[in-house]
């Protein structure tokens, strides 16, 4: 069945089999209805999007009256809920009944992610507890390695079939050998495995105005034939500037990293004073701003994800999420993020 006298000759079955239903949703789940949607398929490609609405559009038809059957069965009271809302005869000043909004920090890893999203880049999950292997072997600090002292993060009691304590996360980059041995196959069709992972880490800190032990990094791995360092500073230039929506320098310092070589660290010239105030809170008065550290993936961390070296380079970066927000909307204090304070909150 493919065309629109099907879908109103199966319109005209459903609506006068509705009427003796003893359970109205069973229409639903009528094989007439089954057989129109299963039959978009088969329409020819000009014809199917309006094939296809209008079979949703009956479907929808048929919610519609079961919905409106149940709600006149209702014998519950309804609830008027434009009723005002008070304590004692009294209305608090933060009415609990006003609209709730996402987290400032959900909104901006929306935002970031869908920059990312068009410059073809999968979205990834981290996860909140991980083994020793993947948050630090497989990106090249072997066991007593001394750059694994600057990860101080949570560890639990037990222990993994090697005898280690598992870890929160100190980095999204727990993830990147799990990403590039997902995406390896496409390498194998000549296209680049391209993904972030905006997610939460931890980290064992004294807590002040810009640190917290729990925060948010995005990860960000590519590798493909042929990838250079420019093509690194590139990508985050042109993702900086379009979260930040204006056109920004960028320099970069060499830095160490054990699991990218060259490391550097980025800065970005102030997005808020561009250099022009020395009493910047965002920059100091500096006029940049050290923002992230990102490098070329080192070859050992390839090797541990079975990607030749000697064919494929990668970079990799990863950037801290709430100092990106904090500095877009001159939030000074890290901690507000999780304090639940709704004054906060609700600026957003
Ligand atoms: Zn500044």
Known sequence: ????????????????????????????????????????????????????????????????????????KSALPSIDVTAPFDINGEKPS????????????????????DIFYRMGYVVE????IDDQYHMFEALNFPKGH????????????????????FVAPAHTSTMQNRILKKYHANLEKGEA?????????????????RHEHTFYQVEGVYVAKGVHAGMLIATLQQFLQEYYGKELEVR?????????????????????????????????????????GCGMIHPNVLKAADIDPNEYTGFAFGCGIDRLVMMKYQIEDVRHFESAKLDFLRQF
């Open 125 to 128: 999950e981290s996860r909140e």
């Open 252 to 292: 970069v310092n060499p830095f160490y990293f054990p699991f990218t070589e060259p490391s550097f660290e980025f800065a970005l010239s102030c997005p808020f004073c561009e250099g022009n105030d020395s009493s910047c809170k965002v920059c100091g008065g500096e006029g940049w701003v050290e923002l992230l």
């Open 146 to 165: 001394p750059a694994r002292d600057d990860y101080d993060t949570f560890m639990t009691v037990e222990k993994d079939s090697e005898g280690e304590p």
């Open 193 to 209: 495995i391209a993904a972030i992972v905006p997610d939460r880490v931890f980290r064992n800190e004294d807590l002040d105005a």
């Open 94 to 113: 933060l009415l609990p009944s006003e609209n709730g909004t996402t987290h400032p920090l959900t909104q901006e890893i929306a935002t970031l992610s």
């Open 1 to 72: 069945m493919s065309s629109s006298d099907d879908i109103a000759r199966v319109r005209e079955t459903l609506l006068s089999r509705y009427e003796g239903l003893e359970t109205k949703a069973d229409i639903l789940k009528s094989p007439e209805l089954k057989e129109l949607l299963a039959g978009i398929r088969d329409v020819e490609p000009s014809e199917r999007s309006a094939y296809g609405q209008a079979v949703n559009a009956l479907q929808q038809e048929l919610k519609e009256k079961v919905l409106s059957n149940m709600h006149e």
